[in-house]
């Protein structure tokens, strides 16, 4: 498998961590919702790439 791929994989799962990470009671709860949208941003971002490779693999076979 490419390691690209891979990459693109724990990317969108790092966003996911971003997004249930608990940071109520710490004194980063100022930041959540920084880490919300970093989260979503990266989920969505990584996603699309993972379907334009998706997708462009299958148009060239």
């Known amino acids: ?7 693109m994989l ?3 799962l790092a966003g996911f961590a971003l ?3 608990p940071l109520a009671g710490t004194f980063l709860a100022g930041l959540q919702p920084v880490t919300n949208l970093v989260g979503i ?3 969505v971002i990584f996603s ?5 490779k ?3 693999a ?3 076979k």
Do not use: E, P, T, W
Request: aromatic share 8%; no cysteine.
């Open 1 to 7: 498998m490419d390691r690209f791929i891979l990459l």
């Open 10 to 12: 724990a990317s969108i």
């Open 19 to 21: 997004l249930k990470a």
């Open 41 to 43: 941003l990266a989920i």
């Open 48 to 52: 699309l790439v993972l379907i334009f």
């Open 54 to 56: 998706g997708v462009m």
């Open 58 to 60: 299958l148009v060239n």
